[in-house]
């Protein structure tokens, strides 16, 4: 499992976030990609971290560029296999992620091709 940092390309505290942000957008940081992504039993899982009522940002245009939402990158990831969760609070994070684990003995991956080399 892998964090993605695209809280960093958010709102900047001090020059120095925003020197982290500039650094992280170099090396190839999006948003509107999900906070979490695995692999389990060969198939990728993202996983979305929301809070209150929150819900997931759409694409937009800033300053003439476009900027891919979270609903938009999910739906991208999910056409190429991918499997979407999204949770509120601790409790559903948690299950979350046993779903994720008992997928793995279930062996759901083994129809998904595309992820195996």
């Not at 009522?53 to 190429?80: C, F, H, P, S």
């Not at 684990?101 to 091709?113: F, L, V």
Request: one cysteine or more.
């Amino acid at each position: 499992m892998w964090a993605v940092p695209n809280d960093a390309i958010g709102a900047w505290v001090s020059a120095k976030d925003a020197m982290r942000s500039n650094e992280l957008k170099a090396t190839g940081l999006l948003s509107g990609v999900w906070d979490l992504h695995c692999f389990v039993a060969g198939r990728l899982h993202i996983i979305e971290t929301k809070f209150g009522k929150n819900g997931l940002t759409v694409d937009r245009v800033v300053k003439g560029k476009k900027i891919y939402g979270q609903k938009e990158w999910g739906e991208i990831m999910a056409a190429e296999g991918a499997i979407r969760h999204i949770y509120r609070t601790q409790e559903e994070g948690i299950a979350v992620l046993e779903t994720i684990i008992r997928s793995r003995s279930a062996g759901y991956g083994s129809t998904i091709k595309h992820f195996k080399q």
